[in-house]
């Protein structure tokens, strides 16, 4: 970073996930930051308690004594301040280019895929923090260890989320690359499926000659392209397909699970690693983190001690309120094959007599592309209620019926599907029986309100 410390760093859209965390790291390296957003959020909130100045709403007056400009890919080229920017020519890079500069601060794992890269980002620093390397995260979700999803240490080596969304991942150069999958996700960028397997084909080879790249061999895009590799240090993982670091002896408790690693180049066993995580997935996310540490030599008993203790990330089958009877779960989970893991792993630890589901589909575009996916998502839950669209910006189609959607979900999934409107429609799920019933709230937008919404009902009627 040639920019002088005393100059001053203006991030457009502060309040998002990921330009929220590169604004603590630039502060914390001791930078001048602040930044504009929208809406308020609790991202917003917690900058300002770390003394960062945030503004709500986009204006020039917000650009005094800016000196850098840095935006995300969806802020327009005709916001206000991006035009203030060019105007008066103050130097303005994107938020993929500002964390690649980053990431040369420090020795780099990055970690990718379609899903679970957040939880494996999680995962992967908890292991580390807990072997003393005291690294620097940069997340794309609230470690709730760190009550934030970034941390600024000072050790040698820094773990970050590399967003393939919008295909910059590839900007990011790493020593230790992580590939947990690579699913039909984000084909309104990629225009279509192999356009996105060659990024992460990409991103997969360009890891250097001393370093290596962590693949998931459950993961048949994955294997086809690890197959044709030949300059690429790789170290495999997962349950089902032989790989080098295999998950064994699997059991699902109503704790999380519980799992061998057998370690295949150092012909050793981590055997009982108790994770307070559902679901096969999880163990897959835990077996890349695994990857990690043993490539980095740490010790077998500090790995398996960090991944009992995991705490988790928010809004990763959060438990919003429970009593002996019911259960409130908020989780991120939005696209057909996250759905079907989340409600897999639930009912593979047998949680629950009753699993209600309330879905808020995320963008347009993605429930038309993948419209047959989700019909069958749904199979293992007891009802599902569908709520409408949460849009992200783009426009309703003309012929966008909802009600053919959710009579494709009965159809296919063979589940009992509804309309959600609001949390009233809920109540008739709530039985004077002593049956055990999950609510479990999935999705990427609103729906994390409704969660802690109806977890305040429920509070005051049991409570």
């Known amino acids: 970073m040639k920019i002088s410390k005393n100059k001053r760093i203006h991030i457009i859209g502060i309040g998002g996930i990921g330009m929220s965390g590169i604004a603590e790291i630039l502060h914390g390296l001791g930078y001048k930051v602040q930044g504009s957003d929208v809406n308020l959020n609790a991202n917003i909130i917690r900058l300002n308690q770390r003394k960062i100045k945030t503004f709500i709403g986009h204006s020039i007056n917000n650009m005094k004594n800016v000196d850098l400009l840095v935006y995300s890919s969806a802020i327009s080229k005709n916001n206000t301040e991006r035009k203030f920017a060019l105007k008066n020519k103050i130097p303005s890079i994107s938020r993929a280019n500002i964390l690649s500069q980053l990431v040369k601060l420090k020795k780099t794992i990055a ?21 003393k390397l005291k690294p620097t995260v940069i997340n794309g979700g609230i470690i709730n260890d760190y009550g934030t999803n970034t941390k600024l240490g000072n050790g040698e080596w820094m773990i970050v989320e590399a967003d393939e969304s919008d295909g910059t991942f590839v900007k990011l150069q790493s ?16 225009n279509n499926f192999q356009n996105l397997r060659n990024k992460f084909e990409k991103f ?5 000659f001393y ?9 048949e895009n994955l294997r086809k392209i690890i197959k044709k590799n030949t300059s690429t240090n790789i170290i495999t993982y997962g349950c089902k397909i032989p790989s080098d670091i295999q998950g064994k002896n699997i059991k699902y408790l109503k704790t999380g699970v519980c799992f061998d690693a057998i370690i295949k180049n150092k012909n050793k066993i981590i055997k009982n690693i108790q994770l307070p995580l559902y679901g096969e997935y999880n163990i897959n996310n835990a077996l890349a983190a695994i990857a990690v540490a043993t490539n980095l ?10 991944l009992s203790k995991f705490s988790g990330v928010q809004r990763r089958l959060t438990v919003r309120w429970q009593n002996e009877n019911i259960k409130i779960i908020d989780d991120y989970a939005h696209h057909p094959t996250e759905i079907s893991n989340v409600i897999r792993g639930l009912k593979k630890s047998r949680l629950t007599n009753k699993l209600v589901v309330i879905f808020q589909p ?13 019909a069958k998502c749904f199979y293992e839950c007891d009802h599902v209620m569908i709520s409408d669209v949460y849009a992200a910006g783009e426009k309703k189609p003309i012929n966008f019926d909802l009600k053919k959607i959710i009579e494709k979900i009965t159809k296919n999934s063979k ?3 509804s309309y959600y409107s609001n949390n009233e429609d809920l109540f008739q799920f709530i039985s004077i029986k002593k049956s055990e019933t999950i609510f479990l709230f999935l999705g990427a937008g609103t729906v994390t309100e409704w969660a802690k919404d ?8 049991y409570e």
């Open 297 to 306: 030599n740490l010790n077998f008993l500090e790995i398996k001690k960090a």
């Open 415 to 417: 589940v009992k599907a």
């Open 175 to 190: 020593t230790i690359s992580v590939v947990t999958n690579i699913d039909k996700e984000h084909l309104d960028f990629y």
């Open 111 to 131: 970690i990718s895929g379609s899903h679970g890269k957040t939880t494996t980002t999680s995962l992967i620093s908890s292991i580390l923090g807990a072997s």
């Open 362 to 374: 995320h963008r347009y575009s993605r429930l038309n592309n993948l419209k047959n996916e989700f």
């Open 211 to 219: 370093g290596v790249a962590v693949v998931c061999n459950d993961d």
């Open 204 to 208: 997969i080879n360009q890891v250097p």
């Open 454 to 461: 109806f977890s305040k009902d429920i509070k005051n009627i």
